[in-house]
């Protein structure tokens, strides 16, 4: 079974530009995530969809962040206008909606990234 | 304060010792704890999760003190191969990590 895949694996823009991310989660997982980790710091959470829905995105940092999951399979996340402080890895995770069978408890299964570099 | 505290290391250790890391959180809340690996340059992996009363995987052993708001994780028997990152990590839903703790196992 094919795991999460996101792409591109490395992005290099100047400041200003628009870049787009994508994510396209295990097949039949509800839950899609987007964590980043910017140089030196923690991984942190951006924002959560079930299915096509936006369940949380307390996490984005600000507007110029644009997270969509139309038809609930795989997700973008499109930054614009890109700024120096936006580089860093972007992780995507997905996650089964186990609570339905009753276990209450989901493991998130995460791509390998994209490196963003902001010039 | 940071939500989840760990000793970034690095951890140095020869083949087969015993390493053991420790990981403080703050949100009295959190309900639910895990131990995630991160190799260089790579996803991280759920390493496994981390129960109150304990759980062991092999040479894993994950500990919960809820009283001290801390988790811990023991490796037995050192490999080369468990040379990565380790996160610990809390939360439910959306997950909070630590910076990570870093492990080289030498020969």
């Known amino acids: 079974e094919a795991g999460v895949t996101q792409f591109p694996s490395h992005s290099v823009i100047e400041k200003g530009q628009t870049v787009t991310l994508r994510c396209d989660p295990i097949s039949g997982h509800d839950n899609l995530y987007w964590y980043r980790r910017v140089m030196g710091k923690e991984i942190k959470f951006l924002l959560h969809?079930?299915?096509?829905?936006?369940?949380?995105e307390s996490g984005m940092p600000n507007n110029r962040f644009l997270a969509e999951r139309t038809g609930g399979t795989y997700s973008t996340l499109k930054v614009q206008p890109a700024e120096l402080e936006d580089s860093g890895v972007y992780f995507c995770a997905s996650s089964q909606d186990l609570r339905l069978l009753g276990q209450g408890q989901e493991t998130q299964y995460f791509g390998p990234g994209t490196r963003l570099l902001v010039l | 304060r940071k939500e989840v505290e760990q000793d970034p290391g690095p951890f140095n250790v020869p083949e087969g010792a015993t390493v053991a890391f420790n990981c403080t959180y703050s949100n009295s809340a959190s309900q639910s704890f895990f131990w995630y690996r991160q190799d260089c340059r790579k996803e991280p992996k759920l390493l496994m999760s981390v129960y109150s009363s304990g759980n062991e995987d092999g040479r894993f052993t994950a500990q919960l003190n809820r009283a001290s708001q801390y988790i811990s994780l023991l490796i037995r028997d050192s490999k080369l191969s468990d040379s990565a990152t380790y996160l610990c990590?809390?939360?439910?839903?959306?997950?909070?990590f630590g910076k990570g703790t870093m492990l080289l196992v030498s020969p």
């Open positions: 990590v809390s939360g439910y839903s959306t997950l909070t």
């Open positions: 969809f079930v299915k096509e829905s936006k369940q949380d």
